[in-house]
């Protein structure tokens, strides 16, 4: 609480520990994003993998944070949050550097699971943190700072990894990304410790017993169907993820089958998704007065045009420098209507939820939207491998398309609801 009267006097760019914790999220991302690029060129290029194998190795990824998020999410309420982050950190810095090693992909499986499992760990403990040391006033910008260097380093991530990965080689990246993880835990002993705000609140129930583990767990979820704007955004979110999914698993096949796109245009796709979403970050401090409905309404319903559009051109053309130009113009739009749809969800989370129950509320939202990240590849793995990668960028940008302009529709009856279900939790409060 004194952190947090400390950043509302000074501003939350005087707040030292939010300073080490945003430079400890900006090394780990930049080395994610080395990882991310170096781990698909060597997949789906130099490997050539099939579209189910990719598939495969995304959904080693996803496969601890469908399973493990209630329950890393517990951890970060129940211990210090910043032991987790650097005991993750620490994990990570093994994992990666074992890819430099691999020769076969069910070996890139199992190490893609250990990392994934540690990433579990650290995001809800990283989430609950930023609650502990930002003031309430403070945190729709936190969290917008957040997303921008989480973008930020998409750009950059990518440019670097394509240039060292033809330069020096693929398992440089991997070097790279290792150290990354080491800076960010030496970095995170900057960040002040602190006891989780529910170890204090166990103590404190009658009779001196501490509540189960699986009823703490549920907590999480209890929390979120408690508050309509929040419940309605997962929903919305979740099923996104789902369609979308269905082709962003299966784009580097996409640009595989594009004829004459160039080699290193996959990088410079996503450098340009990463502007975009980057952009929005932006745009969604100006829009204050906008409901995070409206924003991920119509960053939905952008996403989703120019996913189909992406889809379209695959089978259309024009395959010349005018052509691959549109291309990376959809995907900077991409970008920019990713960042309208999940940032402002983000914000909404951080700013309605209680600290005491962080870690579990967003390990809950991890489990929820890996569920539509795993079915989604699925889906898109067969469809595209029965009727190619076009068809499916088509329908999965168009089922996006809809659930933008449904959340749309239906944004007044929602906040409605929302309104009507915080008035008895503030007369609560005031009794």
Known sequence: MEQQTLGAEKGLLHNRSYLALMASQLVSNLGDWLHLLALLMMVGLKWNATPWQITMVMLSALLPMLIGGPFAGMLADRLERKKLMIISDLSRVLVVLGLVFVSQLWQVYVLMVAKSAFDVLFYPAKNGKLKEIVAPEHMGKAVSYSAIIEQGTKIIGPAVGGMLAVTVGISSCFIIDAA?????????????????????????????????????????????????????????????????????????????????????????????????????????????????????????????????????????????????????????????????????????????????????VFGTVSSVTSVSSVIGPLFGGYLVTAFGPSPAFILSGGLMALIGMLLLLFMPLIIKRDKDAAIPAQQAAGA
């Open 180 to 360: 990354s993880f080491l800076l960010s835990a030496a970095i995170l002993f900057g960040v002040p410790g602190k006891p989780a705000a529910s170890a204090d609140k166990i103590k404190e129930e009658p009779g001196g017993t501490k509540p189960g583990l699986w009823r703490e767990m549920a907590d999480g979820m209890k929390v979120i169907a408690g508050i309509p704007i929040i419940s309605f955004g997962l929903l919305a979110m979740a099923t996104g993820l789902l369609v979308l999914q269905i082709a962003d698993s299966q784009t580097v096949v996409l640009f595989r089958d594009i004829p004459g796109m160039p080699e290193n245009m996959l990088g410079w796709c996503i450098t340009l998704s990463g502007v975009g979403a980057l952009t929005a970050a932006g745009i969604s401090q100006l829009l204050r007065r906008w409901s995070p409905l409206a924003k991920m309404g119509s960053g939905g319903a952008m996403l989703g045009i120019v996913m189909g559009g992406a889809g379209l051109f695959a089978l259309y053309g024009p395959f010349n420098q005018l052509g691959y130009t549109l291309v990376a113009l959809l995907f900077l739009l991409a970008g920019l209507g990713a960042g309208m749809t999940f940032i402002p969800f983000q914000v909404v989370l951080q700013q309605r939820t209680p600290e005491a129950l962080t870690g579990r």
